[in-house]
């Protein structure tokens, strides 16, 4: 998290937190997911009995931060998150570094993402091919999720990648998601003329990859032969 912060802060963004606990409005309602969104099931949020949520990801901190400051905007959160799941690569408290940039209208575009984002996933991963595939999010479109050649099965005489278990024999990590802001967040929060790119990523995904760990449930169940690779 400190290596992926610093790297954003010496692009001049800032970082900005945000509570824990949450509202609907923040969490959901803001970011384009109305009450009865077919979207929302993939949160697997918790919620609690006064209708508040532990958040199930860092965009609510992008909603707080354009209702008291106003653009441009450069800032990513960084933070924990929530939400039930627990298997090989998902436990239901992670961490999450999202960011956001808003600027006066069409001053950026998805061309400034995908450079961003490329140049940070090569800062972060070394020699990796990227690609960019057409998905969805509710809170932007257009969306896209962002892969890596995968680093397990890279032949170093090529620099592809031939097909491994972790990548599924593809070739191919999935590691974050991004995409334009939509409309209706921007709306939400009272802006207007304004164009913007967000992105988010887990970081013990990155983790995982960098550390080559098999299993997510490693990072928390303190075996001393795990933490010791790590002195």
Known sequence: MAQITSYFQNLNFSVEEGP??????????????????PARDMQDTFYCNDGAVLRTHTSPVQIRTMMSQKPPIRMIAPG??????????????FHQIEGLVVEKEGVVSFANLKFVMEEFLTHMFGDVEVRFRPSF???????????????????????????????SHTGWLEVLGCGIVDENV????????????AFGLGIERFAMLIHKIGDLRSLFE??????GQFR
């Open 137 to 167: 999010f509710p809170f932007t479109e257009p969306s896209a999720e962002v892969d890596i050649s995968c680093i397990f099965c890279k032949d170093e005489s090529t620099g592809k990648s031939s097909g491994c278990r972790v990548c």
């Open 20 to 37: 824990l606990v949450e509202d609907d409005f923040h969490n959901f309602e803001a970011l384009n997911l109305p009450k009865y969104h």
């Open 222 to 227: 303190s075996d001393i032969r795990l933490l």
């Open 80 to 93: 924990t998150v929530f939400r039930k799941d627990f298997d090989i690569t998902h436990t239901p408290m």
């Open 186 to 197: 921007f709306k939400a929060v009272g802006y207007e003329k304004v164009s913007g790119y």
